[in-house]
């Protein structure tokens, strides 16, 4: 799972495993903001091209994934704690 997709100059990556809603910033020109969805997996490395892009995007489905999971880790750190505080003040 991949957060965030670039293209710099010459360079660029994009790794996307399964679907992606990606909200991209294009500098190229100016400045403007792209949307893509993408429902199959998607590979494409770029190098030394003469593109001139300056292109970063963000996967917001990988970023709810991510923030879904710590919030789940939280929680059960949390619980892990009061378990152990409860068995303490058992003794």
């Known amino acids: 799972m991949q957060l965030i997709n670039f293209y710099v100059a010459e360079f ?4 996307i ?5 990606t909200v991209g910033v294009d500098l190229t020109n ?8 993408t429902l199959l997996s998607d590979f494409a ?3 030394a091209t003469d593109s001139p892009r300056i292109v970063v995007y963000i996967n917001t489905i990988a970023l709810l994934i991510i923030m879904f999971i710590n919030n789940l880790n939280k929680k059960m750190l949390e619980e892990r704690e009061k378990s152990m505080i409860a068995e303490i003040g058992s003794i």
């Open 12 to 15: 660029g990556f994009t790794f």
């Open 17 to 21: 495993s399964g679907t992606s809603l």
């Open 30 to 37: 100016g400045f403007f903001v792209n949307f893509h969805l």
């Open 45 to 47: 490395i770029q190098l």
